[in-house]
């Protein structure tokens, strides 16, 4: 948001410096900071933000590749919670971090954290059975993923979970140290895999 | 009204071209080439190709959400998010903010629009197949709304034509469900695609072909003489190509008008009507309207073709208002914004494939395997009309796959490092058929920012269509398990409507009699000669393909027709 503050700022003091798209753009950021629907009240405390990097470090350890606090995924998490998610996500994602509070989280050892997140995953499990979630596919090149409509968010782990595999699988070092990346293929085959064959990403 | 009086002549040209897209690039690429003077008139921005695809070469950690649409855009962007993932920082700007730009919905209609030049074809699926001989006897045979005033052999040399420039990959298979036409080297299947090919035709006779894609997998001298490169297997075409590896009306039809050196195009130019001459029974301009400075013109022209987009040149037709015409120009048969179509879609099935662990896929492929139509084809009879085909394929899958597997920590982390599993899944396109209560119409009182007034669309699906969409997935499940695969689930979306398909077409539908249609057999309104509509609006019925490459072709033809029916002075 602080980026988005900033240009505002710098427009209203260059004035008439800006073309009418980004001063158009401009004004849009000003109705997404005041418009309530967007959920910008979702913040997190210190210790909140500290467990939600200590569990996408457990998702994604660093190890002879970097993990996911290497590539920013903590902070990405919270963006994307703030401007992709609803106020249903909000709760079941705090309620999520409330239950690992209670438990301490910060202070168990690494097994005692992975006792408990394996059962925060199983317990998700569940209640993901509710939403019925179902691939399905809108043409040749459009997957999209279709789920029953719920009251309640979708689950703290399930949000956690795609979100750190999300920012850390599309993470310019996460592409690079987990993936052949070939952004111009140049070619189309269909191939044999090699011994530890990784996954290409485009 | 406050004209912007530049001299006549500044304002004349041979041919007034409504649209940039598919179409009305084709129109216009065929109009120069024939030698006219041709007036191009785009109501969005300028995007100029390759210079202007500011996303197409973007790593996928440069977008600041990584391909999901933020709640922000979702509200700007509210028909186009009904799709999908159009609205992301991907492709979103070539999109059309939906806020900006509202329309009303009597019934829900998902309308999906792209005001740039090039329009929808910047990111089209590409796929393009000729409809078959008897998709335009279907409607006469059926007793279903009127006759199409041509039949395949009148398309067939344009459909030659059409296919050639834009340059596509597929296989020719001499069926007669899916004619063949003239294709570059077919792009190869992966081997649970071979096996399930073989597996459908040996145990279902059901044809299972590669899709046939207006991408370059060898591109010809044509190609290359515009800039245009072979498709580098990146599949990012909506973003855009650098390489000109797929067509567009940005990468084909508008460079080669441009050629010409006759070709002018306006840009954020709205036509709000056209003019008609109550003296000469002739259309004689257009008025627009400059999306910025609302500033009011006119340009004149002989002929003036419209290819807005079917529902856009729907709306013109009906603002288009005269003493001759007090409903809408071209509106005697009351036809005008009625019968609209589409393909409807979302309903189909997925499977998981065991087998085939040593077989993998270097290079994305911006395509997918076709199964076209086989119900109510040869013997094949059901309780329902016409029929449907499908898109799909198998894919080897990424790392997504964790999201909704159980596992975290050092192991699971390697393994999303590695391929995972096939699965295989098809989506279905079926037929629409055409029924005048399926409509759009301009509200008495609401207008846009321009003071033209907002569509209104009252369409929705009809029993046939509902009832092949319970066939579809039922054939789609049936195949998948035919083929041994497990896991096997068939969906169907209930929360789609007309216009999801984006191919919405048939709102100023070709007729051999004024009374029950728009346009006659060379597109042209059938008492306002000098106005030619070959985009979408002029369909029909629908068949159940892709439809943009039948609109080009129907645009190439109309273009030569009107052409030499100039010469003979008769426009």
Redesign the interface.
Known sequence: MNRRTAITQVAAMLGGAFSAPTLLAMKRWEDYEQSPSFGTDFTLTENQKLIVAEVAEMIIPKTATPGAKDVGVPAFIVMMLQDCYKTPEHKSFLEGLGNLEKKQFLNLNTEQKTTVLKQVENDSVEEMKAYQVQQTKMGDNEDREQMAAQAKGLPFWRLIKELTMLGYFTSEQGIKSSFEYVPIPGKLEMIQMKPNQKSFAY | MNLNLKSDKAHTFDAIVVGSGMTGGMAAKELTEKGLQVLMIERGREVKHIEDYDTA?K???EF?????????SA??YWANNR???LANEETGPFFTDDKQNPYIEKRPFDWIRAYHTGGKSMHW?R?SYRMNRQDFEANAKEGIAIDWPIRYEDLEPWYTHVEKFVGISGQAEGWEVLPDGHYLPA?????PERYFRETMMKKLKRPVTI?RVANLTRPQPWHTDLGRAS??????C?RGCPYGGYYSSLSGSIPAARKTNRLTVLHDTIASEVIYDEKTHRAKGVRVINQ?TMAVEEFFAKIIFLNAGSMNTAALLLNSKSNRFPTGLGNDSDQVGRNIMDHH??V?A?ATVEGF????????????LYIPRFRNWGTDKKDFLRGYGY???ASKS???R???M?G???S???D????GTWTM???G?GEILPDPSNRMFLDKDKKDKWGIPLIVFDAAFGENELAMRKDMMASAVEMLEVAGFKNV?G?N?SDTHPG?GIHDMGTARMGKDPKNSVLNKFNQVHACKNVFVTDGAAMVSSACVNPSITYMAMTARAADYAVAELKRQNL
């Open positions: 070469t790593g996928p950690w600041e959400h990584r391909g999901r649409v933020s709640i922000h509200e700007e799709f999908g993932t699926g796929q792009m190869p299947m992966s081997a899709g498709c580098q297997y990146r599949s990012k909506a910025h879609l979302g189909g997925n662990e040593n077989d993998y896929i270097f290079g994305q492929r911006p395509n997918a898109q799909g394929g990424d790392w997504k964790g999201i909704t159980n975290f920590g050092a699971f982390k390697e999303m490092s590695r391929p899944g098809f989506g396109f689930t969906f979306r999801l």
